[in-house]
C-alpha cells in the first residue's frame, strides 16, 4: 500500500503544488493525476459557473474590450478622405439605393441596404458615384466619416464577443483576454473594418452566430431544455446565421458550421436511451425550424426589400430578362403589347437566349480582320440598330394566299429567310472565314453584306428551325410567333448555326460588344433565339399582341440568386494582388488599398496573429490524429483526459475554420487576402482553446507570465504596422524593416 504525503494530498484536494518538486517528481504518474484532477476542476467550475459567476468584473472587462477596440478601429478614420479600394463598390451602391436604380452585384443586399441606410440618414444624397479609388470625399462633402464609423463599430463588436464565446465554452478568463486582444490588434481586421465595406458586417453577424449557438449549447446541455431561454438563443442562432447570410455568401459557411454541429447533436440525442423517439422528433422540428426555415425567410426577406427599394430601371437591367426588366419602372421593354404572329415583311428584334448578351446588332463598322465587312454583334441596349426585317428569298417556293386578313404570310418552321438590317440595308451574312475572336475551325465569320451583283447569293440564306414552343399556344410550335417561339437559324450553304458567346470583342473596333458567328455541330443553348418585338406595316390595332408574363416575388428572387452565382463565377481575370487559399494561414501577401503622397493603406495581418492561429489549427489536429491512433491502439494516455475537456469547443472552432476556409480551394474566380477574415477569425478562437489545453498544468504566476508575453508580442508588431494600417507617414527605410517576406509587396518608394 503507498500513502501519500501531506503535500501530496493537499495539491490533490486543492491543486496546490508542492514546495519542492524535482524533475523526477513532475514525471510521476501521481503528480500528472493530480494536474489532471486540477484542469479537471478548474474546467468543471467554469463550467458549472460560467452564467451564475458573470460578476461585476466580467462586465468591467467586457465593456473594457468593448471601448477600447473602438478606440483601436475608430483611432484617425477620417484619413484618408478619397474612396479606398472597394469603397468604389459598397460606396457606390449606396448611391444606387438613394437614387433607386436598379443595379447587379454578387453579393446579398442586407449589408449593403444597412450601409445606404446609415448614408442617407448621415446626408448622403446619392450625387457623389464613387467610381475610382482617390476621389476626394471632403470636397464633395460625403459623409463618409458616418458610414466607416458604423463599419467600424460592428468590426469592433466582434472583440468583446469572442471574449464572450470562450467564456460560455466554458475557457478561462486569460484565454479569453488572448482571444480578443488577439482580435482587436489584428491589423488586417482593423484596415478591412475601418472602411466602407461589407466584410465588418459580415464579422459581427458570424461572431454573433457563434455567441448565440455556444448560449444555446449552454442551454441544451443543462436542465432547461425546451424551456424559454433554450427557445431564445437557438431562434437567435437562426436569425443571427440568416443575417449573415444576407451580408455575403460566405455567411453559408457559417450554416454549414452550425449545421454540422447539429448534425453532431442530434446524433447525439439519438443514441441516449433514456430519450424517446417523440423527444428526439421534437428537437428536430424545432431545430429544423430555428435553423433552416428562419434563416432562408430572412434572406428572402432582405431580397423582397432589395426589390422595393430598387424599382426604377438601372445599369443592371440588361443582366436580368425581359420578364424581370418590365417590373422596373422606365424600363423601355416595347413590351406593353407588340404583334403576336411574324409575317415575311415584319421589323423585329431578335434576342438571344444563350447568353444575356442582347439582341442581334449591327453597326456601320468594319471587321479588321476577315472579310472586313460590316461588323455582326449582340448589343445588350435598346436601340434602332437593333431592327432586322425578314424577307423571302426570291428564288424561295411562294404560297397561293395569304395566311390572314392582312394579306401576309407567317414564316414557318423550316422556311428559308433572309434578314435584312433596317437601318444599313445589309444582308445577315456568313461565309468560309474566320471570326476575329473564336479561331476554331467550326466557327464562320458572320457579317452584314449584300452583292449588288449576286441578287440571289445563298449566303444570305438562313434556315428556321423551332426548337421550343409555348406549350399554352401550340401554333408557335409550327410558325414563329412572338415570344412564344424558340429557334435556330442555320445557313443554308455552311451548315453551321447562328451563335454567340461571353467572348466580347475589343473595345477600339468592336466597342465590347458580344461576338457572334456561325458554328457548326454546335449545342443547343448558345443558338437559340426569338423574337421580342415586332412591327408590320399592315398591322393595325386590332391585331393579336404579345407579352411577357409578369414574374411573382418568387421568380424574380430566383433568377436575380442565379444572376449572382454567374456573375460572381465570372469573375476570374487576374488582379495584381490577388492571392490563393494555401497562402492565407501563412500571410504571405496582402492587397493595396490606397497609396498617396507617401501615405500607404495595404491590408496586411499581424504576422503573430495569423502564424500563432495556424500553429494552434495544425496543433489541434495533429493531436487528435495521435489520440484517434492512441484509441485504436488501445492505449490509454493522461493527457487524453484533459484534452477531452476542451475537445467540445475546440471542435465547434475547428469546424468553424475548415467550413470557412477549405470551399475556397473549389473557386477559381478572383479571391483575396480579406476572404480569409472569418476563418481567422475561428483559428483565434482555436488558439484560445490550445493555449488554456497547454497551460492548464501551469501555475498561475507561470500562465500569467505566458499572457504578458503573447499579448506584448501581439501589440508590439500591429505599432510596427501602424502606418500601413491607417495611412500614415513612414520613413522609407522603416517601411523596407517592415518586410519580413519578400512577398509582402507593399510600397516603399511612394
Known amino acids: 500500500m503507498t500513502f501519500l504525503s501531506q503535500a501530496q494530498v493537499r495539491q490533490r484536494r486543492f491543486g496546490w503544488p508542492t514546495r519542492s518538486s524535482t524533475r523526477q517528481d513532475r514525471c510521476d504518474p501521481l503528480y500528472l493525476d493530480d494536474k489532471i484532477w486540477k484542469a479537471d476542476h478548474q474546467h468543471k467550475q467554469r463550467l458549472a459557473t460560467k452564467i451564475v459567476s458573470f460578476t461585476k468584473n466580467e462586465y468591467t472587462i467586457v465593456i473594457c474590450l468593448t471601448l477600447w477596440s473602438l478606440y483601436i478601429r475608430l483611432w484617425k478614420i477620417s484619413q484618408p478622405g478619397s474612396v479606398v479600394f472597394d469603397e468604389v463598390h459598397f ?23 444597412l450601409i445606404a441606410l446609415v448614408g442617407k440618414l448621415a446626408g448622403l444624397d446619392g450625387s457623389f458615384n464613387f467610381k475610382e479609388v482617390g476621389l476626394d470625399y471632403i470636397e464633395n462633402g460625403v459623409p463618409y466619416v458616418a458610414i466607416r464609423v458604423f463599419c467600424g463599430t460592428l468590426g469592433a463588436l466582434a472583440v468583446p464577443m469572442a471574449y464572450l464565446t470562450m467564456k460560455k465554452t466554458g475557457h478561462s478568463t486569460v484565454s479569453g483576454l488572448v482571444v480578443s486582444l488577439m482580435l482587436c490588434y489584428e491589423n488586417g481586421l482593423i484596415t478591412n473594418n475601418r472602411l466602407i465595406l461589407l466584410d465588418p458586417i459580415l464579422l459581427f453577424f458570424t461572431s454573433a452566430s457563434t455567441l448565440s449557438w455556444v448560449n444555446f449549447c449552454d442551454q441544451d446541455k443543462s436542465s432547461k431544455v425546451f424551456k424559454l431561454q433554450w427557445y431564445f438563443w437557438l431562434t437567435m442562432t437562426g436569425l443571427c446565421m440568416g443575417l449573415t447570410a444576407s451580408c455575403k455568401w460566405v ?13 453532431k447533436s442530434l446524433w447525439n440525442i439519438l443514441g441516449d436511451t433514456q430519450v424517446s423517439m417523440f423527444t428526439f422528433s421534437q428537437h428536430f422540428f424545432v431545430r429544423s425550424i430555428c435553423l433552416i426555415v428562419i434563416p432562408v425567410a430572412i434572406y428572402m426577406i432582405t431580397f423582397s426589400i432589395h426589390f422595393r ?10 443582366f436580368m430578362s425581359p420578364e424581370f426588366q418590365q417590373t422596373l419602372v422606365g424600363s423601355n421593354t416595347h413590351m406593353a403589347g407588340t404583334p403576336i404572329d411574324i409575317a415575311y415583311g415584319s421589323r423585329v428584334w431578335i434576342r438571344h437566349e444563350g447568353t444575356r448578351g442582347g439582341y442581334l446588332h449591327s ?47 407567317y414564316v414557318r418552321n423550316g422556311d428559308r429567310i433572309r434578314l ?84 466580347t470583342l475589343p473595345e477600339e473596333w468592336g466597342f465590347g460588344q458580344q461576338e457572334v458567328t456561325c458554328m457548326e455541330d454546335s449545342k443547343l443553348p448558345k443558338t437559340i433565339w426569338y423574337i421580342e418585338a415586332n412591327q408590320h406595316p399592315k398591322f393595325d390595332a386590332d391585331v393579336e399582341m404579345a407579352s411577357y408574363e409578369h414574374p ?8 436575380l440568386n442565379k444572376v449572382m452565382w454567374n456573375v460572381n463565377k465570372g469573375l476570374t481575370k487576374s488582379h495584381p494582388y490577388d492571392s490563393r487559399p494555401q497562402a492565407w494561414p501563412f500571410l504571405r501577401r496582402g492587397i493595396s488599398f490606397w ?85 481567422l477569425y475561428y483559428a483565434v478562437l482555436l488558439f484560445g482553446s490550445m493555449f488554456d489545453l497547454s497551460t492548464s498544468c501551469l501555475t ?23 502606418p500601413i494600417t491607417y495611412g500614415e507617414p513612414w520613413s522609407q527605410t522603416s517601411c523596407e524593416n517592415a518586410k519580413w517576406t519578400n512577398s509582402w509587396d507593399f510600397d516603399c518608394v511612394q
Open 309 to 318: 427599394l430598387l424599382p426604377n430601371t438601372g445599369d443592371g437591367d440588361t
Open 552 to 559: 411573382g416575388f418568387l421568380s424574380k428572387f430566383i433568377e
Open 251 to 263: 455567411g453559408l459557411f457559417t450554416i454549414a458550421t452550425v449545421g454540422i454541429r447539429t448534425i
Open 91 to 113: 460606396g457606390g451602391f449606396a448611391s444606387k439605393y438613394i437614387n433607386m436604380g436598379f443595379f447587379i452585384d454578387v453579393h446579398p443586399p442586407l449589408a449593403k441596404m
Open 595 to 679: 497609396v498617396k503622397d507617401e501615405k500607404h493603406i495595404y491590408l496586411l495581418g499581424n504576422p503573430v496573429v495569423f502564424w500563432s492561429s495556424t500553429i494552434a489549427v495544425s496543433m489541434y489536429l495533429a493531436i487528435s490524429f495521435v489520440i484517434v491512433l492512441m484509441k485504436k491502439s488501445g492505449y490509454k494516455s493522461k493527457f487524453h483526459e484533459i484534452f477531452n475537456l476542451y475537445n467540445e469547443s475546440a471542435g465547434l472552432f475547428i469546424t468553424g475554420w475548415c467550413a470557412h476556409y477549405f470551399p475556397f480551394y473549389l473557386m477559381n474566380r478572383q479571391l483575396f487576402l480579406h476572404h480569409y477574415m472569418p476563418a
Open 363 to 409: 453597326h456601320p463598322h468594319k471587321y479588321p480582320t476577315g472579310s472586313g465587312q460590316q461588323q455582326i454583334t449582340l448589343y445588350p441596349h435598346k436601340d434602332d440598330n437593333n431592327w432586322w426585317i425578314i424577307e423571302k428569298p426570291r428564288n424561295s417556293p411562294r404560297r397561293k394566299r395569304p395566311d390572314n386578313k392582312y394579306g401576309v404570310q
Open 700 to 722: 498561475s504566476r507561470k500562465q500569467t507570465i505566458l499572457v504578458i508575453i503573447s499579448v506584448f508580442c501581439v501589440i508590439y508588431t500591429y505599432r510596427n504596422f501602424i
Open 420 to 503: 435584312v438590317h433596317a437601318l444599313s440595308s445589309q444582308r445577315l451574312h456568313s461565309h468560309d472565314e474566320k471570326p476575329p475572336l473564336a479561331n476554331d475551325e467550326y466557327h464562320k465569320e458572320v457579317s452584314a453584306y449584300t452583292d449588288p451583283n449576286t441578287p440571289n447569293d445563298p449566303n444570305n440564306d438562313w434556315i428556321v428551325d423551332i426548337v421550343a414552343y409555348d406549350e399554352k399556344d401550340l401554333e408557335s410550335k409550327d410558325r414563329i410567333k412572338t415570344i412564344h417561339s424558340r429557334f435556330r437559324l442555320m445557313h443554308s450553304r455552311q451548315e453551321c448555326a447562328l451563335f454567340s458567346h461571353e467572348k
